[in-house]
């Protein structure tokens, strides 16, 4: 089972950008799902989460107030809208889908799905 990241691409500092995470296979309905990023040389650290109704949602501070994450359970579809982007947002972006619905926490090990990420650029 794997998720589909969608989006990535350059954009210059200040930009916006929206990433798409998709499951053709499975319904995602029940899912918590989390974006996670990894840097160059640096781990892979959380960046937002959305319970699976969409109720819940939770920021790493470093993103607070710039992205922001919504589903359509509809279109089986979790987006990560990223606005004022800064030098240091550039990593691979990964969704994921998390076993317990409410959960919005930031422990990968909550997370039993992966995508295969998709590439950020933010430079001028």
């Known amino acids: 089972v794997q998720l589909q990241a969608f989006g990535g691409g350059l954009v210059h500092p200040g930009g916006s950008l929206i990433l798409s995470c998709v499951q053709s296979?499975?319904?995602?309905?029940?899912?918590?799902i989390g974006w996670f990023r990894q840097a160059p040389g640096k781990g892979r650290e959380f960046v937002a989460a959305i319970s699976w109704s969409g109720t819940n949602t939770n920021y790493a501070t470093s993103v607070k107030g710039r992205f922001a994450i919504s589903r359509d359970n509809a279109k089986n579809t979790v987006y990560l809208q990223m606005n004022k982007m800064k030098t240091e947002d550039a990593a691979v972006y990964y969704c994921?889908?998390?076993?317990?619905?409410?959960?919005?926490?930031?422990?990968?090990?909550?997370?039993?799905?992966w995508g295969q990420g998709t590439q950020v650029t933010v430079s001028s």
């Open positions: 994921s889908a998390g076993g317990h619905p409410y959960y919005t926490g930031s422990s990968e090990s909550n997370y039993d799905y």
């Open positions: 296979t499975f319904t995602l309905d029940y899912y918590a």
